[in-house]
C-alpha cells in the first residue's frame, strides 16, 4: 500500500504468477484447463469489485450489472451489428465504463446501507431491462455466439488453448492496471477515503469525484470480464445479471483478502473449486461453502492473503 | 475603510440546529500574520464557528469572506485549496497507514493540483513537514500505533504539509504533556512565521503565552476581543468564563 517501499518484490511476485499461470497450461489435464481459463475471467470481476471494496470501501450489491454490461455490450454488438471480437470488447467495456458513470453520480449521494440498496436496485432493473427486451437479448435464455465471430485476428477463441492464454492475457493487463492503480498517489487517496473520509475532503480532495473515478473504472474492469467472457464462451445470458452474481464478486474477495492485488483470484479458485468437488458428491454443495466461509471468517478474518500481509508480507500490494 | 484586506473576514454568520443558535450573527475579522486564539466556556460555538468558516458545517445564514472572496458557497475540499486548512478536535489520521503516508496525502494534493508530482518532491514535501513536527524519525511506524501525543502532531504535520495560508487549530493540546505542550509552543510559533492562526484552547496560561488576540466566545456570540492582558482584565469575561474555571 506504500508507494515508497519496496517495489521490488511485489513486482516479481506478480510476474510469477502470471508465470506460473503460463506453465499451469502444460501440466493440467484438459478438465481444470477449462476451469482455470474461466477463473482467470472470473477472476477479473472480482478484481474490479475489490477496487471499490477493498481498496475504496464501498460496498456495492450490484455489480453484476457492469459484468453484465460488459456481457451483453459484447455480445449484441457482435450478434446483431456483426461486429467483430475485438470491437465488440471495446464496446463491452464502454458500456460498463458508461453505466458505471451514470450509477455512480446516483448512488454516490448515498453511502453505507443506503449505497447497498441502490446498487442493488440499479442492477435489478437492469436485470428485468434484460428480461423485458427478450426479442433483443434472448431473455432467460440468452444466446450464443458464433464461432465464426470469436476471432481475434489469427486467433480463434473457440481453441482451448487460445482460450486460456487470451483469459491469460486480460487477467494480467487487469493485474497490472490494478496493481499501477493501487501503487499511485491516487490509489494512496482511495485508500484513505476508506480508512477515513472527512479527514481527505479536510485536505483538500474532491472526494465525490475521487469515488466517481474509482466506481468507473471498477465498472470498466468488471465490463472487460464480461465482454472478454462472451467472447472466450460464447454464452450470453441473464443469468449473470441476477443478484447471486453481485454477491459471488464479495464473497471472492473476502475469501481472497480485501484490499489485496492477488486476493481476488485467490478466492476465485478456491471458491470455484469447492463448489466444483462437492457438487460431484451431493447437491447440497452449499453446505460446504458456507461452512469454508465461516472457516475462513474464524482464522482468516482478513482473507487468506490479508492474513499474510498482516502476518509475514507487509509489502504485499 | 482598512488599507488592507484582512485574512479572514465573516458577517452575520449564524448557524443553529433545531432551536439552539450555536453561532449566532457572528461578525469577525482576522488580519494576516496573527496568532489569534479562540476561547470561551464549553458549548459556546468555538468549534462550530471554525466549522463554519472551514466548510465542514454550511451557515444558516451570513457570509465568510477568506482574502477578501467571499467563500460561503465553496464546499470544505476547495477552500482547503484556498489555503484554509483544518486539524481536528478529535485526532483524525489514517490509522493503518505509515506516518508519512499520512503526510504525504497532505502533500501530494498540492503537487497533483500544480503538476508537480513526483516521487522526489512528494517525499521532500512530507519529510519537511515531519521534520518541522519532529516526526521524521517515526516516518515509517503505522500512525495508529503511535503515542497520543504524537498522534497530535502528526494532525498538525498534515495541516502544516498543506501550506496553508489559514491554519485553524482545534485545542491541539488537549491531552498533552507539560513537556509536549512546550514543543507545541515553538512549534506554532514558527507555523506562524508563515501562516495566520487560528487556535481554539482550553489551556489559559498557554493561550496568554502564545496569541497576539484573543476572541473569547459566549452562547454563540463574540464577547469580548482584545489582547491577552486586556482580555485577562475584562470582567464580563471573568464572569463569563476565566472567573468559572478559576473556582472549579
Partial sequence: MTTTDRPTPSILLHVGVIMVLAGLWYVLPDYHRAVFSR????????????????????LSLGHAMFFSAGLYGAGMTMSMLGWNSLAGLGAGIACGAVLALVIGLLALRTTGVAFMIVTLMFAQVLYLTILYFNEYTGGDQGFSLRRAARQIGPFDMTDPATRYFAALVLFAAALAVMLYVVRSPRGRVLVAIRENEERVRMLGYDVFAAKLAAVVLSGALCAAAGATYAIL?????????????????????????????????????FMYYVVDITSNYTTAYLLFVGVALILLVLYFPKGVLGTVRERWLQWLP | MAAVTPLLETRGLSCSFGGLRAVDRVDFTLPAGEI???????????????????????PSSGSVVFEGEDITGLPAHRRVRKGIAYTFQITSIFPKLAVFDNVALSVQRALLHEGRLTAANL??????????????????????????????????????????????????????????????????????????????????????????????????????????????????????????????
Fill in chain 1, 39 to 58: 477463473v482467470m475471467v472470473l477472476a477479473v470481476f472480482a478484481m474490479g469489485y475489490g477496487l471499490l471494496f477493498g481498496y475504496t470501501g464501498l
Fill in chain 1, 233 to 269: 464462451f460464447g454464452y450470453v445470458g441473464a443469468t449473470f445479471a441476477t443478484i447471486q452474481y453481485s454477491i459471488l464478486p464479495l464473497l471472492w474477495v473476502l475469501l481472497g483478502g480485501a484490499a489485496t492485488v492477488l486476493g481476488p483470484l485467490f478466492g476465485t479458485l
Fill in chain 2, 36 to 58: 489569534r486564539a479562540i476561547i470561551g466556556p464549553n458549548g459556546a460555538g468555538k468549534t462550530t464557528f471554525v466549522s463554519l468558516v472551514s466548510g465542514r458545517i454550511a
Fill in chain 2, 123 to 248: 517525499r521532500q514535501g512530507a519529510m519537511d513537514a515531519l521534520e518541522r513536527t519532529g516526526l521524521a524519525e517515526r516516518a515509517r511506524e503505522i500512525s495508529g500505533n503511535l503515542a497520543y501525543g504524537h498522534q497530535r502532531l502528526l494532525e498538525v504535520a498534515m495541516g502544516l504539509a498543506l501550506k496553508p495560508r489559514l491554519l485553524i487549530l482545534d485545542e491541539p493540546t488537549q491531552g498533552l504533556s507539560d513537556g509536549e505542550i512546550e514543543n507545541f509552543v515553538m512549534l506554532v510559533r514558527r507555523i506562524a512565521e508563515d501562516a495566520t492562526v487560528l487556535l481554539i484552547e482550553h489551556n489559559m496560561p498557554l493561550v496568554m503565552e502564545l496569541a497576539q488576540r484573543i476572541t473569547v466566545f459566549d452562547r454563540g456570540r463574540i464577547l469580548a476581543e482584545g489582547t491577552p492582558a486586556e482580555i485577562r482584565d475584562d470582567r464580563a469575561v471573568q464572569d463569563a468564563y476565566l472567573g468559572a474555571s478559576a473556582d472549579a
